[in-house]
């Protein structure tokens, strides 16, 4: 069983849809989860994180951690064509960082 | 401000040929890591420095890798030889001391072995 879990998708909503992209985990000692978008041919891109339970929201993007239940999600508002992409989640406890398989997005316009 | 930057952006060996990646972190960013990407996994930790120590090496897959930080600056790593599983994209991030949390990523290095 792997560490994290990212359905890889790929996703497909209409422009201005709200976006829900998940993960679930295993190990109890992650303490940050990050959300990391990358488009094709580059790095990824830290979008946020968030430390321990709780949310965190910034501008159309909101991270949830649910840590009772070991889920993490990203919520995208009025989603538009630029979030085309892949969203990665991450985590990390103070050890080596675990990344997600990623999942691909498509806002269709 | 410049971003973490790698060099080559793609490299294209034979097998048992040597290749050599560098890694440029932002500047005063203390925390280096090394990533891999193999087509349709996900990315894997390979390494983490702090300055120019090996803070985690337990990401590396055998001795044929080999990592350096000279100076506490820029890294390279160097695959010697490299095999056909070698094959994908390296990835490079850097991140201010203590913020691991915070890691900001280079565009990567495409290697494909032949």
């Known amino acids: 069983q792997k560490e994290v879990e990212q359905d890889p998708g790929p996703l497909s909503v209409p422009e201005g849809a709200i976006v829900s992209l998940n993960c679930t985990y295993s190990?109890?000692?992650?303490?940050?989860f990050m959300w990391y978008r990358q488009y094709s041919r580059k790095g990824p891109e830290l979008l946020m994180y968030?430390?321990?339970?709780g949310n965190k929201e910034d501008g159309r993007f909101t991270a949830q951690v649910d840590k009772s239940s070991k889920y993490i999600s990203l919520f995208i508002r009025d989603s538009q064509p630029s979030d085309s992409a892949t969203y990665l989640c991450a985590m990390t406890g103070g050890f080596k960082t675990i990344f997600g398989a990623g999942t691909r997005l498509f806002v269709k316009a | 401000e410049a971003g973490v930057t790698q060099f080559p952006s793609h490299s294209v060996i034979e097998k048992g040929q040597t290749v050599t990646l560098r890694c440029d972190p932002i500047?005063?960013?203390?925390?280096l890591y090394w990533y891999r990407r193999v087509m349709g996994k996900e990315i894997k930790f390979l390494l983490h420095?702090?300055?120019?120590?090996?803070?985690?090496e337990s990401g590396m897959p055998n001795n044929r890798f080999l990592a350096e930080r000279t100076g506490g600056t820029y890294s390279t790593l160097k695959v010697q030889p490299a095999e056909l599983e070698d094959s994908g994209v390296y990835f490079c991030?850097?991140?201010?001391?203590?913020?691991?949390?915070?890691?900001?990523f280079g565009p990567g290095t495409r290697l494909t072995v032949l």
């Open positions: 420095f702090v300055k120019e120590s090996k803070q985690d």
């Open positions: 500047s005063g960013h203390d925390n």
């Open positions: 968030t430390y321990s339970s």
């Open positions: 991030a850097s991140s201010p001391s203590g913020r691991d949390n915070e890691q900001f």
């Open positions: 190990n109890s000692a992650f303490q940050y």
